[in-house]
């Protein structure tokens, strides 16, 4: 197991910060902080990180409303007790894993929620579609729903979420729809598209 230690610490504060630091500048921000290492010696520390998976990559943050996705909603979900819980957690757990449109995904421990999903929609139709289907799909499983479209007030850099096309949502849909054996016509996915 790999055991962090400080200079590694002070590697992902910059890092979680610019992804994009230079291994030059890196050891320059190091030393500053105190932490003598060569670029070399910083380029260790750091494919260190990553072979340990601690670094698990790096990436963009970009502005969602700029290009398109201004709808940011929150959903907290309770469950009911049912035998199917176990195998269809199992299944709920893959949707959320696949779809593009969804940020965040949280199992919460302690407290009145069960789970809590961030989603990001080019339109409040799109939203409500997902919503009404995601509902369908798994209403043996879900007791409460609640969902609110936020503003963010201060921006995080961890959104891991790529654009996503209504066609590719579609295709998304159909696929679910499919898995769960959702009867019939998907209700309100045309429109959207």
């Known amino acids: 197991m790999f055991k962090l230690k400080d200079v590694d610490r002070e590697i992902l504060r910059i890092l979680i910060k610019d992804g994009r630091c230079s291994f030059s500048e890196l050891s320059r921000k190091l030393r500053k902080k105190g932490f003598d290492y060569t670029d070399r010696g910083v380029a260790e520390r750091v494919r260190r990180l990553e072979e340990a998976g601690i670094i698990l990559g790096y990436q963009s943050v970009v502005d969602l409303q700029k290009i ?97 096309t209504k066609k590719e949502f579609g295709e998304f849909m159909k696929k679910w729809a499919k898995t769960v054996k959702y009867p019939g016509e998907i209700p309100y996915l045309e429109s959207s598209i």
């Open 68 to 164: 398109g996705f201004p709808v940011l909603r929150v959903i907290l979900i309770k469950f009911k007790t049912s035998r199917k819980l176990p195998a269809t957690i199992k299944l709920f757990e893959q949707y959320l894993r696949e779809a593009p449109f969804c940020i965040y995904s949280f199992r919460v421990r302690v407290g009145n929620y069960d789970w809590i999903n961030v989603k990001v929609f080019p339109d409040h139709a799109t939203a409500d579609a997902e919503s009404v289907l995601f509902r369908a799909y798994f209403s043996d499983i879900i007791q409460e729903y609640d969902v609110y479209d936020v503003v963010m007030i201060k921006k995080i850099g961890v959104e891991t979420t790529l654009p996503y």
